[in-house]
């Protein structure tokens, strides 16, 4: 049985030698590097997912009745271009894809 008094119990404080301390620092590092490669992965990951970018696209035939001319045509691109649409595809048959950021 033991008694004691006050308010607060201490634990009594141990005096470490060199190596003892080299030990915990070395036990330290692979707990830092584990938790930087789980930083640097969750940041990769977060970043990745918000890279993911919607699109809409506008389906347009080019022919004589559209445009007369390249004049015309110069002035329809840009147009386009001005509003964001980008040329992706061209068929033969006179028909151009665009796509825009929605």
């Known amino acids: ?12 404080q141990y005096q470490f030698n060199n190596y003892e301390q ?15 490669f789980i930083f640097a992965f969750v940041a990769a990951t977060t970043t990745s997912v918000q890279a993911l970018t919607r699109y809409e696209y506008k389906v347009i035939q080019v022919d004589k009745a559209n445009v007369a001319n390249n004049q015309q045509l110069e002035l329809l ?3 386009l271009g ?3 649409w980008l040329l992706i595809e061209t068929s033969p048959s006179g028909t151009a894809i665009f796509q825009r950021e929605k």
Not at 1 to 12: F, I
Not at 22 to 36: C, G, M, Q, V
């Open 82 to 84: 001005q509003e964001g």
């Open 77 to 79: 691109l840009n147009q």
């Open 22 to 36: 080299e030990k915990r620092h070395e036990n330290r590092s692979p707990h830092i590097a584990r938790t930087l």
């Open 1 to 12: 049985m033991s008694l004691y008094c006050g308010s607060a119990r201490q634990e009594p």
